[in-house]
């Protein structure tokens, strides 16, 4: 691929009547992976977000769903005028040996409009419930679309929908992903209410809404100073030293397939006094909700590893994804630039270290676990706002994606799909106060469930937290090929149970 100093950002109009530009390393990182696992028929870390909705009206599901859909159209276009990059997408240009994000714009034009609307708004009628359907291995089209999952024979007073967002990671991540979908709700309330009223500008130039890479958003620079790279260096030093002369704790798996299924989700709600509780108890401690459960992971992880005949050093071994829209300049560090991908994933690894007991030995007592919980809270909430405070972490964004980027898989041919990993590890993403994010009602719609996961491909493990309406939910994102769901629910339900015997609740 062609090196920071050789890419060219800005948006430049083609002779095909396009805009397109470079992608960054963050972009090129959730391209490549796509790219990296194509012959599996899925889209590895795709993203899927997700909110359902309630209307108490006394018309039929039939009728109710109709002016639904209508009012979502209606939304979606006007979303593509504000955030234009929900009708983009990234490809590899052959001449140019590289990729790049493309954008044609829809102009004036109401048949492209329709044809764009028709591709990407697709109501879905099933007995099916919103998550049910996110685990039923949907499709991920080439551009972001958006699924209404709904029953039209149901006869309930209020009427319930789903609402999911399909689309590449490298069109848009996790908080993004929350926000666009507040403002698409937003939208879709209004154009419920007053359809005829729903304003929808004129598309001439709504190309100067698509949203920059991380690098311009921010304003990095395209090199680094002789200082980061000397920082770098010791970063990849500290990768490499923390894996050296030691057994890395890996999570079972089924290892007799090579090939991943398909993705699932599963979650666990804590109701919003037991969340209340929890929230105290972790400010006691003096750490954040995100700290306790990253480092229970760590824990059961641990408890996880089989026993031989001596005892021995086990490791853990992780990082954090860090929201970067606080870095960002105006006005890309607001809503209205949703659709983009800017974050981080943190330098340095996550290393806590633990002991498995020899075979036959009485494995730790739960006082003992709990010992070692608070020791591992400690070194995790010390990992997290060490990366906070650093103020020369945002510089070396781009340089520690590219570190985690493998070389792109040109050519017209799927490549061999990668072999499955031989340490797959239990990541943490925190979406925080979705509250802060989406509130509980636009006008006659009440709104439930919001969450977002990428699509996962790999052996390992991801947990999600959020919190809405005042209730914490945990959730896990598993393959099937690998994992099963009762596996999955007990590695939560181990790292809940942990938590509460460790703030004592």
Request: proline fraction near 7%; charge should be neutral; charged fraction near 20%.
């Amino acid at each position: 691929m062609a090196s920071p100093a050789s890419q060219d950002y800005a948006l430049t109009p083609t002779k095909h009547g396009r805009w397109e530009r470079d992608i960054d390393e963050v972009e090129q990182f959730y391209t490549t992976l796509a790219r990296s696992f194509e012959g599996t028929g899925r889209t590895f870390f795709a993203m899927t977000a997700h909110v359902s909705f309630v209307i108490a009206e006394p018309e039929s599901m039939e009728a109710i769903a109709h002016r639904v859909i209508v009012s979502i159209r209606q939304a979606w276009l006007r979303i593509r005028y504000d955030h234009p990059t929900v009708a983009s997408w990234v490809e590899y240009q052959e001449v140019k040996k590289k990729c790049r994000k493309v954008y044609e714009p829809c102009s004036t034009s109401e048949r492209k409009q329709q044809a764009w609307l028709n591709e990407t708004v697709r109501p879905v009628p099933t007995t099916q419930s919103g998550e049910e359907w996110c685990n039923s291995d949907p499709p991920v089209p080439k551009l972001p679309t958006l699924f209404l999952i709904y029953n039209n024979n149901a006869v309930d007073t209020k009427k319930s929908f789903s609402l999911v967002l399909r689309s590449h990671h490298d069109i848009v991540d996790g908080i993004g992903a929350l926000l666009l979908l507040n403002n698409l709700m937003k939208y879709t309330s209004a154009a419920y209410e007053s359809p005829h009223d729903f304003h929808i500008p004129t598309f001439d130039k709504e190309w100067q809404n698509l949203s920059p890479p991380f690098r311009v958003a921010a304003s990095l620079p395209t090199c680094l100073t002789a200082e980061q790279e000397i920082r770098l260096q010791q970063t990849k030093e500290q990768k490499e030293l923390c894996m050296k002369d030691v057994e890395i704790a890996t999570v079972p798996y089924d290892d007799s397939k090579v090939v991943p299924g398909a993705h699932q989700r599963t979650a666990l709600t804590l109701a919003a006094n037991e969340t209340q509780r929890v929230l105290a108890a972790c400010q006691k401690v003096g750490a954040s909700v995100t700290h306790v459960y990253h480092a229970s992971a760590a824990i059961v992880l641990f408890g996880l590893q089989k026993q031989t005949s001596k005892k021995r050093k086990v490791r853990y071994i992780n990082y954090s994804l860090v929201n970067e829209r606080g870095h960002c300049r105006q006005p890309y560090n607001s809503p209205s630039h949703a659709v983009s991908v800017y974050h981080s994933v943190s330098g340095k690894s996550l290393v806590l270290d633990s002991v498995v007991p020899a075979l036959g030995t009485p494995k730790p007592s739960v006082k003992e676990q709990l010992h070692e919980l608070r020791q591992a809270v400690k070194q995790v909430k010390s990992y997290y706002l060490d990366i906070r405070d650093d103020k020369e972490h945002v510089y070396l964004v781009p340089a520690y994606w590219a570190l985690g980027t493998p070389p792109y898989p040109a050519g017209d041919k799927a490549p061999p799909i990668p072999a499955p990993n031989r340490m797959p590890s239990v990541s943490m993403s925190s979406m925080g106060v979705i509250d802060k994010i989406m509130p509980e009602r636009y006008s006659a719609f009440e709104l439930f469930s919001p969450w977002v996961t990428g699509e996962e491909l790999g052996n390992g493990l991801g947990l999600f937290l959020g919190t809405f309406r005042g209730c914490l939910e945990l959730s896990i994102a598993y393959n099937n090929g690998w994992h099963t769901k009762e596996d999955a629910v007990s590695f939560m339900d181990k790292c809940n149970n942990l938590v509460r015997q460790l703030l004592d609740i």
